[in-house]
């Protein structure tokens, strides 16, 4: 698709009602995750730990799930794995690792929210945050 015909497809969208409407949930999704607690936004980075080359419906639920017992936060990691490995998540051993090391970074809402500006709090992210399988 050339440059032409992506800003004539993002004229249309803009102009389609129930893509606003989606688009407007979803922003409107984000401010009030802003305004959730550290161990909200943990869940959300132990979230993405999971989804990365997997499926975000499998996430999801592993998420919904261990979130409820604060497995992310308190399970050891070999039951961490087990739990993983038992809800079909892929890579679970690595996954459980990239958790378990997270957890140092429990208080991340104020971490990242600390920095000036975006470019910063995501360079410490790359930094600090394993995730890469």
């Given at each position: 698709?050339?440059?032409?015909?992506?800003?004539?497809?993002?004229?249309?969208?803009?102009?389609?009602?129930?893509?606003?409407?989606?688009?407007?949930q979803r922003t409107k999704g984000f401010h009030q995750k802003n305004q959730e607690c550290n161990r909200s936004w943990f869940n959300e980075l132990c979230f993405c730990l999971l989804t990365a080359n997997s499926s975000a419906?499998?996430?999801?639920?592993i998420q919904n799930y261990l979130?409820?017992?604060?497995?992310?936060?308190?399970?050891?990691?070999?039951?961490?794995?087990?739990?993983?490995?038992?809800m079909g998540q892929r890579f679970y051993q690595k996954r459980s690792e990239f958790i378990v090391a997270a957890r140092k970074n429990k208080q991340i809402k104020d971490i990242v929210t600390g920095f000036d500006g975006e470019r910063e709090a995501r360079e410490w992210l790359v930094n600090n945050i394993k995730g890469r399988l």
């Open positions: 698709m050339g440059k032409e015909e992506l800003k004539d497809l993002v004229k249309r969208l803009q102009r389609d009602d129930m893509v606003r409407e989606k688009v407007e419906a499998k996430g999801l639920e979130s409820r017992i604060d497995g992310f936060g308190q399970m050891p990691q070999e039951k961490l794995a087990e739990t993983l490995r038992g």
